[in-house]
């Protein structure tokens, strides 16, 4: 079993840039496809972005697409998540989710497919 950990998130003004990372311990995420989600108060848990167990693909939404950048840091055992020209639209709680995958080239973009998640971490966007 693997346990997930974000941090890095904050208070931001519009336009500005912030960097969440998500720690995995008890396995290595080598075996995982990763993803990052958010929840934004009265709203569903969406995607954000997916990177593959490879690290070789990745997956963005919409409305994150050009912004944001997914990578992975297998020697780490660290997911990032990359944050520039952060929108106020973009406040929410943040979420890693992992889900042990064998195809090392496949992103996983549904959240009901993940089998791990951390706990969250919250980014506010100022306008």
């Known amino acids: 079993q693997v346990q997930l950990v974000e941090s890095g998130g904050g208070l931001v003004q519009a336009g500005g840039s912030l960097r969440l990372s998500c720690t995995a311990s008890?396995?290595?995420?080598?075996?995982?496809?990763m993803g990052w989600f958010r929840q934004a108060p009265g709203k569903e848990r969406e995607f954000v972005a997916a990177i593959s167990r490879s690290g070789g693909a990745t997956h963005y939404a919409d409305s994150v697409k050009g912004r944001f950048t997914i990578s992975k840091d297998n020697a780490k055992n660290t997911v990032y998540l990359q944050m520039n020209s952060l929108k106020p639209e973009d406040t929410a709680v943040y979420y890693c989710a992992a889900k042990p995958w064998l195809l090392p080239g496949k992103v996983i973009t549904d959240k009901n497919e993940y089998a791990y998640w951390g706990q969250g971490t919250q980014v506010t966007v100022s306008s």
């Open positions: 008890g396995r290595t995420i080598s075996n995982y496809a």
